[in-house]
């Protein structure tokens, strides 16, 4: 008979503590398969319901918080306002990195002689990522396959295309800072008033004046749009006023200026803060008296024109700085339209899609786009520096490029994916901060060419080289180093 050796009573609680957690550990992986493999639950149903379901398997569940980031998107067991000790893993799918999973711990742990995380623990984190990054393959492509599908069947029955929402002269959105506009165009078309649009680059400035006009008693006449900011400072005048024969050197004949072309009508004068100060006399003269004189002449002309002005800067700082005369302020500030940033009305993101998918589908001849879900959900997130006519260029570009029509979140540019480095603590950056980045961003994938970043940000290049100036300026803590 041999003796059984003695076990001290300690080893035997630590085996049984052990022997727990495994436990603890398998039935929370069992809880993550039941629910990625439930055929009742949506995608985003089951993410959440994986979320909650992984603090069970920690040593500590009560004070365990489990998140998930997928792409622009976030699910949270709890709120976790402050984070002791955190583990987490990436989720790869394709060989991207397209979110994380990760517990932490809201307080600090009772043992504090415990590790945070048991080694097993870290495995089980990893394998958690590794099922959802097989499950969201599985979903993309099957996502991908319902659209080849649902195109072959849409082709084979004529399925018509989905109604757009437009508001006046093309302008698109269903939100409350849109439908303000709206009302504000409606109101601008009874009168003969002069009326100043303000909204950044890219926003729809000249399609709200061009609603305007064609709104009014003026509809039957000229609407001449005049982009101030892209006329050489010497022939701005020449240009809006016109010239005589012999007024300087080449002036061989007469020539009318946009104000003579525009009679009876509209003149929409875009970035008018790009006048110098001697024109902005001239066209305060023109609307005080309602008259022009071409350059050359001694004689004025009678003109009848209303007058529509826009710019992306606040004039009542540059009348503040003496870089705008306030006389001239004042006379073009009796009406006065605020166009919303494309980030101050997400909602409408979507239409916007929907509206120029059908437009290029048209002019190139071509099928309609189809979005994924997580493409459309980086589009809406995105802050768009350059606006609605960034996101027109993004699906001009798109339209031409795709093969199946199939728009997934790796057809998009870089600076619209997810960046899981990216946490609460680290993100919160000014929105101008974000700006600058972005700008500096598409500058490297063009080699610094100008040209094209201007194009693919939606803005001309004046706008560009001011927003570059930010960038070089000293002291900008934003960034310090200098683009090639």
Same mark, same amino acid.
Do not use: C, W, Y
């Given at each position: 008979m041999t003796d059984t050796p003695y076990e001290e009573p300690h080893h035997t609680e630590k085996l049984a503590h052990a022997l727990e957690e495994r436990v603890k550990e398998l039935h929370c992986l069992y809880e993550v398969s039941a629910i990625l493999a439930d055929e009742r639950r949506s995608v985003d149903e089951k993410l959440q319901s994986l979320v909650e379901s992984l603090p069970a398997g920690m040593q500590f569940p009560s004070i365990a918080a489990a998140r998930l980031r997928l792409d622009n998107r976030n699910f949270e067991s709890s709120p976790t306002p402050k984070v002791v000790h955190q583990q987490s893993s990436d989720i790869r799918v394709f060989d991207e990195v397209v979110g994380q999973v990760e517990v932490v711990y809201k307080k600090t742990i009772p043992d504090g002689s415990t590790p945070a995380f048991l080694r097993e623990e870290a495995l089980l984190i990893h394998e958690v990522a590794r099922r959802l990054a097989d499950f969201l393959t599985s979903e993309w492509r099957r996502e991908r396959a319902h659209h080849l599908e649902k195109r072959r069947h849409s082709q084979a029955s004529g399925a018509a295309k989905p109604a757009k929402l437009d508001g006046p002269q093309g302008l698109v959105g269903q939100s409350t800072s849109m439908r303000a506009v709206y009302r504000a165009i409606e109101k601008a078309s009874t009168t003969s008033a002069t009326v100043l649009i303000h909204g950044e680059s890219g926003t729809g400035k000249e399609l709200v004046a061009r609603a305007i006009h064609y709104g009014s008693k003026r509809s039957g006449a000229p609407f001449v749009p005049v982009n101030c900011a892209a006329i050489p400072e010497s022939l701005v005048e020449s240009e809006l006023f016109g010239y005589v024969k012999g007024a300087f050197t080449g002036a061989d004949t007469t020539r009318a200026g946009f104000? #003579?072309?525009?009679?009876?009508? $509209?003149?929409?004068?875009?970035?008018?803060?790009?006048?110098? $100060?001697?024109? /902005?006399?001239?066209?305060? !003269?023109?609307? #005080?008296? /309602?008259?022009? !004189?071409?350059?050359?002449?001694?004689?004025?002309?009678?003109?009848?024109?209303?007058?529509?002005?826009? $710019?992306? /800067?606040?004039?009542?700082?540059?009348?503040?700085?003496?870089?705008?005369?306030?006389?001239?302020?004042?006379?073009?500030?009796?009406? $006065?339209?605020?166009?919303?940033?494309?980030?101050? !009305?997400?909602?409408?993101?979507?239409?916007?899609?929907?509206?120029f998918v059908d437009r290029w589908a048209r002019q190139t001849h071509g099928e309609r786009l189809a979005f994924s879900d997580r493409a459309l959900s980086a589009l809406e997130s995105y802050d768009w520096p350059g606006n609605v006519r960034e996101l027109d260029n993004l699906i001009q570009r798109l339209s031409v490029m795709s093969d199946d029509r199939y728009v997934d979140i790796d057809d998009l540019p870089g600076p619209m994916h997810f960046e899981p480095t990216h946490t609460p603590n680290t993100s919160l950056r000014t929105l101008h901060e974000v700006e600058l980045d972005h700008v500096q961003r598409v500058l490297d994938a063009v080699d610094g060419n100008r040209s094209r970043a201007a194009d693919i940000l939606g803005i001309d290049r004046k706008t560009l080289r001011k927003k570059l100036d930010a960038i070089e300026r000293p002291g900008d803590v934003s960034r310090s180093a200098k683009p090639q």
């Open positions: 104000f #003579q072309t525009a009679e009876g009508g $509209t003149i929409f004068l875009d970035e008018v803060s790009e006048m110098n $100060t001697a024109v /902005q006399a001239k066209l305060l !003269r023109v609307l #005080q008296n /309602q008259e022009v !004189r071409m350059v050359g002449s001694d004689h004025t002309r009678a003109t009848d024109v209303r007058i529509l002005a826009a $710019t992306n /800067q606040n004039l009542a700082d540059l009348v503040e700085a003496g870089r705008f005369r306030a006389d001239l302020f004042f006379r073009l500030h009796v009406l $006065t339209i605020d166009l919303p940033p494309l980030r101050e !009305r997400r909602g409408d993101v979507k239409l916007l899609i929907n509206h």
